[in-house]
């Protein structure tokens, strides 16, 4: 649901308040933007069967000046962190203009990328050159006929984008691995090796019931089960899994030569530690991932709102941010894809 953001009346204390501090005392210093809402892929747990999804119209899309400019007001009030996804980033034209620009603003100090590396051996260089800290990479299976059947892309151009962002310098390099049962539960140890053979970090993730064109209960898989596999445990020791609230929990390989993540949304929440925001790429403001409330920021700056105005958004939105994220399961109509939202 779009909120309309006129949170001047509504949030009095605004203007004094210079940190964005939740309700529970969590602070806010993360931005996670979504420049496109469209891609050159169509991974099924990512948006619904092809012919369901609709990217919005371009004239929906927040301007890069329109990124710069929230950005700027995020920064001021302690965002250090942005993040820069999609969709795919790189389908958005000129993208290191918009990197150039956020990596210059004086208080973000890291500024990331995710991306499903197929326009990599492009732009990896180009990026790095506009300021880009890091890059995290999808890459969901080794098996090129199976890349092709989940991502409707080619393996080909992505592992050679991996090869790029190496050749460029970014340090580390992240994989990001969706867990599917039945898709590619059985390579968790493959991917293991080819990211610590390319000097990678990998890190698995629980698949989340967004609106997709997965069937979640049937694909869905924990952590736990996955670690319970025997060519899993030859790799790592379970025992030394790193506790606290991050979002990804690391484990040493038993090479040496690195470490395993694992990002559990579902069987083990980490909102107690949540430090993000979301910017969709039609400009509203998310607290939550699964929770559809959003504070619409485009038509607050298309219709002459001010920069302390979008700082109240923001201000607001911390408000507003739910202690736990609850994913909702029933079908609800309201829900949106990854693809929409920018995961
Ligand atoms: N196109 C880029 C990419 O492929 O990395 C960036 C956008 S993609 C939406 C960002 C991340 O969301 C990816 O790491 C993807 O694997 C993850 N993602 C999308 N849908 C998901 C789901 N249902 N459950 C878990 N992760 C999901």
């Known amino acids: 649901m779009m909120f309309e953001a006129s949170p001047v009346h509504f949030f009095e204390r605004a203007p004094s308040q210079t940190e964005l501090i939740d309700r529970f005392a969590r602070k806010l210093t993360y931005l996670r933007?979504?420049?496109?809402?469209?891609?050159?892929?169509?991974?099924?747990?990512?948006?619904?069967?092809?012919?369901?999804?609709?990217?919005?119209?371009?004239?929906?899309?927040?301007?890069?000046?329109?990124?710069e400019r929230i950005v700027e007001v995020a920064a001021s009030l302690g965002v250090s962190k942005v993040r820069i996804t999609g969709g795919e980033p790189l389908v958005r034209r000129d993208l290191p203009k918009l990197?150039?620009?956020?990596?210059?603003?004086?208080?973000?100090t890291d500024l990331a990328m995710t991306s499903n590396a197929t326009y990599l051996a492009k732009h990896a260089q180009e990026l790095k050159n506009a300021g880009l800290n890091r890059i995290n990479i999808s890459l969901d299976t080794l098996n090129p006929l199976r890349f092709q059947k989940l991502t409707g892309g080619e393996l080909a151009p992505v592992l050679a984008g991996i090869q790029?962002?190496?050749?460029?310098?970014?340090?580390?390099?992240?994989?990001?691995?969706?867990?599917?049962?039945?898709?590619?539960?059985?390579?968790?140890?493959?991917?293991?090796?080819?990211a610590s053979d390319i000097g990678a970090t990998i890190r698995f993730i629980e698949l989340m019931p967004m609106k997709q064109g997965l069937d979640w209960e049937k694909h869905y898989i924990s952590i736990d089960d996955v670690l319970a596999q025997e060519n899993v445990q030859a790799r790592v020791d379970i025992a030394l899994m790193q506790t606290g609230n991050t979002a990804a929990r690391y484990l040493p390989l038993k090479s040496g030569k690195g470490d395993v993540g694992f990002i559990m949304p579902m069987s083990e929440r980490f909102c107690e530690g949540c430090n993000r925001l979301r910017l969709t790429a039609d400009g509203g403001l998310r607290s939550c991932l699964p929770a559809d409330d959003q504070l619409n920021l485009r038509d607050l700056m298309r219709n002459g709102g001010s920069d302390e105005d979008i700082r109240s958004t923001f201000l607001r939105s911390a408000l507003i941010k739910p202690e736990v994220g609850i994913y909702n399961f029933d079908g609800d109509t309201e829900k949106r894809s990854m693809i929409h939202i920018g995961g």
């Open 33 to 67: 933007i979504s420049v496109t809402d469209r891609c050159n892929m169509r991974c099924d747990y990512c948006r619904p069967s092809a012919d369901a999804y609709q990217a919005e119209p371009r004239s929906h899309i927040l301007q890069f000046e329109e990124i």
């Open 99 to 108: 990197i150039e620009k956020i990596a210059s603003i004086d208080d973000i």
């Open 164 to 194: 790029a962002t190496k050749n460029a310098g970014f340090v580390p390099i992240k994989l990001n691995t969706v867990l599917m049962k039945g898709i590619n539960d059985d390579e968790v140890a493959d991917l293991i090796d080819f």
